[in-house]
């Protein structure tokens, strides 16, 4: 009888041995092991997602007309600079924002500014930082017979609606609204 009490007396103590807060502390370290391998996936997971260096562009239509030297003025003023494409992508992206109703310079068609001009040696983009661009910074869209320099002065290009964005070279003098674009990233830094 005095084994079998020792016994009972042992197995109350063994279970009586781990007290409330030790058991407390124990359950919230296991807690907090959790906690830390959801916030190690949660880090990794947003590492990974940041590695993509390609910026992202967004688009902004200017619908107050002003020259191409006035609309590049505002766009750096308040965005990055006028719009430059790289792709079809780009350009379709550009097109959809465009709100025709407030564009139409006749009764068909409408011309938009974009960073593109002539220095009269070659066509190059008003965004002149070389890291901007991808591999596409020679992307063209012309017109048919464009760019032709009527008149001897067309330096500028603008898209032109309903022609699915194609570009025509113009007379930077020429009112028109514009398009700028913002771009964000991690590596949106740019030298103008």
């Known amino acids: 009888m005095q084994i079998?009490?020792?016994?009972?007396?042992?197995?109350?103590?063994?279970?009586?041995?781990?007290?409330?807060?030790?058991?407390?502390?124990?359950?919230?370290?296991?807690?907090?092991?959790?906690?830390?391998?959801?916030?190690?996936?949660?880090?990794?997971?947003?590492?990974?997602?940041?590695?993509s260096t390609v910026p992202q562009r967004n688009y902004h239509v200017i619908y107050e007309a002003k020259n191409w030297t006035e609309a590049q003025s505002y766009c750096r003023e308040n965005f990055i600079d006028l719009a430059t494409v790289e792709d079809y992508n780009d350009l379709s992206l550009l097109y959809s924002r465009v709100d025709t109703r407030q564009v139409f310079v006749s009764s068909y068609t409408f011309e938009v500014w974009i960073g593109l001009y002539t220095d009269l040696n070659s066509w190059r983009w008003s965004m002149s930082d070389p890291s901007f661009y991808q591999q596409n910074e020679s992307f063209r869209n012309w017109y048919s017979s464009q760019p032709d320099n009527s008149g001897g002065d067309e330096a500028c290009a603008a898209f032109v609606g309903p022609y699915n964005g194609a570009w025509v070279d113009t007379s930077c003098a020429q009112l028109l609204p514009s398009v700028c674009m913002n771009v964000s990233g991690i590596n949106a830094t740019f030298y103008l």
């Open 4 to 51: 079998l009490l020792r016994n009972k007396l042992h197995v109350s103590r063994r279970s009586h041995s781990a007290s409330p807060e030790s058991r407390s502390e124990e359950a919230e370290r296991r807690e907090r092991r959790k906690m830390e391998k959801v916030l190690l996936i949660f880090s990794v997971a947003s590492a990974l997602c940041a590695v």
